[in-house]
T-cell receptor
Framework: SQQGEEDPQALSIQEGENATMNCSYKTSINNLQWYRQNSGRGLVHLILIRSNEREKHSGRLRVTLDTSKKSSSLLITASRAADTASYFCAYNNAGNMLTFGGGTRLMVKP | EAQVTQNPRYLITVTGKKLTVTCSQNMNHEYMSWYRQDPGLGLRQIYYSMNVEVTDKGDVPEGYKVSRKEKRNFPLILESPSPNQTSLYFC????????????FGAGTRLSVL
């Protein structure tokens, strides 16, 4: 089900710039994840942050989580044209079910 | 290599002609799901399965059936497809133990005429 909201819905930047995407959710969570989807392809897991963590890094990705505000952000630094894709947050509050946000379409212009 | 394999990748069919989309995973995951993705509506879960012979409805189950006779396979069945089932479908397999990371298939683009 889609109970997370992402913003912006679309983002266009130049290569080399940073891209920031935000995700808000409504329930308590165990963890929050970010996925990437290239056009028409399956989603690929990027990074997971647990509810007791505030920040996590993986390569050029930085994720923050603020459980008091029920929000997370994904920062991609020094973007590349190959980063062009849709990015989805997904959170897990109980069991195995993930709830996905609506996604942010990122375009990185060379 | 960890994989979720869906077939076919593309399918054009006509209203009322039964079809099955297959899904297979090689990671020994217990939890599998089917999603459909439509413009402006995001990913919506159709059905999920927590283990062999255990399936349950997701958010949009109408018009779909699933079965889980073996752990690795989770086919999606459209008994009588209709044009509103034209969509991009994804199968996913989920790790357990708390992380619940989903591995997605490459997708099946279905057109029902």
């Amino acid at each position: 089900s889609q109970q997370g909201e992402e913003d912006p819905q679309a983002l266009s930047i130049q290569e080399g710039e940073n891209a920031t995407m935000n995700c808000s959710y409504k329930t308590s969570i165990n963890n929050l994840q970010w996925y990437r989807q290239n056009s028409g392809r399956g989603l690929v897991h990027l990074i997971l942050i647990r509810s007791n963590e505030r920040e996590k890094h993986s390569g050029r990705l930085r994720v923050t989580l603020d459980t008091s505000k029920k929000s997370s952000s994904l920062l991609i630094t020094a973007s590349r044209a190959a980063d062009t894709a849709s990015y989805f947050c997904a959170y897990n509050n109980a069991g195995n079910m993930l709830t996905f946000g609506g996604g942010t379409r990122l375009m990185v212009k060379p | 290599e960890a994989q979720v394999t869906q077939n076919p990748r593309y399918l054009i069919t006509v209203t009322g002609k039964k079809l099955t989309v297959t899904c297979s995973q090689n990671m020994n995951h217990e939890y599998m799901s089917w999603y459909r993705q439509d413009p402006g509506l995001g990913l919506r879960q159709i059905y999920y399965s927590m283990n062999v012979e255990v399936t349950d409805k997701g958010d949009v189950p109408e018009g779909y059936k699933v079965s889980r006779k073996e752990k690795r396979n989770f086919p999606l069945i459209l008994e009588s497809p209709s044009p509103n089932q034209t969509s991009l479908y994804f199968c996913a397999s989920t790790t357990s133990g708390g992380a619940n990371i989903q591995y997605f298939g490459a997708g099946t683009r279905l057109s029902v005429l």
